[in-house]
T-cell receptor, first 113, second 110 residues
């Protein structure tokens, strides 16, 4: 068990560019979650996968955001045409189910300039 | 929609003091409650998980309690140390999601 791994740790991009983040969950966890956290706030839910199926999406997830989890393993979160308001920490978590705790990764810090 | 509130927003204490962080939530239909620690610019580290049927959990100098009927949880930290300085986040579990408070920023002064 190596924990939840997120890459890259930091990403600086110009406004209008596309970015993609990767999350590798704990291998035996079938649930994977993406959250976004801005300064001074708690994390906000973006989307949730059970195995490869994306079962829930927040209204925060605009049409510029897309997430995938091919084969129920790692997941990617893509942001197209980035805006300065997208600057935040993007956190990934995995879990064995709602009765179990969540394990978070170290996050990807996105800065849009 | 579940709302989670943490009080105080910030707390500064001298080293060695015992302290209590508070968390309240509006919907008592939760599966469990989890306390996390977050260091600046880092991810979340799980401290304690309390199932909805439990009243408390302990780990080392940390003790968390849960009163589901009143929608409250407390995190007790004994004999605080400078290394405890961080933001502490409370989160409650719904069916498919964690709902977070905005955290308590703790500073322990040597």
């Amino acid at each position: 068990d190596t924990g939840v791994s997120q890459n890259p740790r930091h990403k600086i991009t110009k406004r209008g560019q596309n970015v993609t983040f990767r999350c590798d969950p704990i291998s035996e966890h079938n649930r994977l979650y993406w959250y976004r956290q801005t300064l001074g706030q708690g994390p906000e839910f973006l989307t949730y996968f059970q195995n490869e199926a994306q079962l829930e999406k927040s209204r925060l997830l605009s049409d510029r955001f897309s997430a995938e989890r091919p084969k129920g393993s790692f997941s990617t979160l893509e942001i197209q045409r980035t805006e300065q308001g997208d600057s935040a920490m993007y956190l990934c978590a995995s879990s064995q189910g709602h009765l179990y705790g969540y394990t978070f990764g170290s996050g990807t810090r996105l800065t849009v300039v | 929609k579940q709302e989670v509130t943490q009080i105080p927003a910030a707390l500064s204490v001298p080293e060695g003091e015992n302290l209590v962080l508070n968390c309240s939530f509006t919907d008592s239909a939760i599966y469990n409650l989890q306390w996390f620690r977050q260091d600046p610019g880092k991810g979340l580290t799980s401290l304690l998980l309390i199932q909805s049927s439990q009243r408390e959990q302990t780990s080392g100098r940390l003790n968390a309690s849960l009163d589901k009927s009143s929608g409250r949880s407390t995190l007790y930290i004994a004999a605080s140390q400078p290394g405890d300085s961080a933001t502490y986040l409370c989160a409650v579990t719904g069916a498919n999601n964690l709902f977070f408070g905005t955290g308590t920023r703790l500073t322990v002064i040597p």
